[in-house]
């Protein structure tokens, strides 16, 4: 069994992280900044910036909570990898047709004439 990498180990992971997901968050990142910036006061902009970062900050609090009952239900789980890994592969071969063939925009046109209230999402 491999020895844990330490305190370097994490700062790299960490740093490896942040760099994969600057260009996720920093649009989003700049685009609630532009719009605290924007409020009448400094406690209304830093109210959005608090409510920003707890939306980011409780998944990543709940992921860590949820490591050490995760990994115990992979080590029971791990014997029916393989036959999730091929039926994930097939609903994505499907799903794949399913783009070709258009079936996507005609499943599109029949939710939007059967829920019209759909279309003033977004």
Known sequence: ??????????????LA???GWTPCIGPILAAILAVAASKATVA??????????????LPFLAAAFA???????????RAHLAHV???????LVLTGIGFLAGFFTQLNSW???????LQSIG
């Open 44 to 57: 209304k902009g830093a109210g959005l910036l608090a409510v920003y970062s707890l939306g980011l900050g």
């Open 67 to 77: 490591v050490g009952p995760f990994t115990a239900f992979l080590a029971r789980f």
């Open 17 to 19: 992280f942040a760099i």
């Open 1 to 14: 069994m491999q020895k844990p990498v330490g305190l370097w180990g994490a700062y790299v992971m960490g």
């Open 85 to 91: 890994e091929r039926i994930m592969g097939g609903l």
């Open 111 to 117: 939710l939007i004439e059967t829920f019209p209230v």
